[in-house]
């Protein structure tokens, strides 16, 4: 292979890559939006919290806090895939230092001007452990009342923070 056919080889290859970094990120925009436009835009429907059982094993099971939602796209320009990275703390009410951090890239497809996107379920790693879904609902009262906070990153944003809720006292 000569000097001049390397060169278009690397060429076409140039040219794949791009595309396909074109197309992943929805386009050539590098402007990041505002962060009042982002919390404008980036809007959080069919919020739902509570636990939900991760693990069973040896006659006990692990259940985890979660926060479950969806975006509506309220920018000026559609939501690329991937493009949201939602970062959300859990802390115990009351507590200063968060105990766990889940997070998630978002969404798997673009969501366009003023559509909704597909939920997801965020969560973290550390829980209750015990022998039954039953046993936890039966000793509610001594679950300490935890609360999570969600972040989203776009485009190259600082963490946003967007929204600070309790998580509900429900396995799913």
């Not at 074109?22 to 982002?38: F, H, M, V």
């Not at 059982?53 to 926060?67: D, G, Q």
Request: hydrophobic fraction near 40%; charge should be positive.
């Amino acid at each position: 292979m000569n000097n001049k056919t390397l060169w278009i080889l690397i060429l076409i290859i140039g040219i794949i890559v791009f595309y396909g970094v074109y197309r992943i990120t929805g386009g050539l925009s590098l402007k990041t939006p505002s962060e009042q436009a982002i919390k404008d835009g980036i809007e959080l429907v069919n919020l739902k919290t509570g636990w939900f059982i991760s693990e069973r094993a040896l006659n006990k099971i692990k259940i985890l806090p979660f926060v479950e939602l969806a975006v509506k796209n309220s920018l000026n320009e559609p939501i690329a895939k991937g493009t949201l990275n939602f970062v959300v703390t859990f802390k115990v009410k009351g507590d200063k230092i968060n105990f766990d951090t889940g997070w998630k890239i978002y969404p798997s497809k673009k969501i366009p001007i003023g559509k909704i996107g597909e939920k997801v379920r965020i969560s973290c790693t550390h829980g209750y452990i015990g022998s039954s879904a039953e046993a936890f609902e039966k000793n509610k009262s001594k679950w300490k009342i935890l609360e999570a906070t969600i972040f989203v990153k776009y485009k190259g944003s600082k963490l946003i923070e967007l929204k600070h809720l309790e998580i509900a006292q429900k396995i799913y």
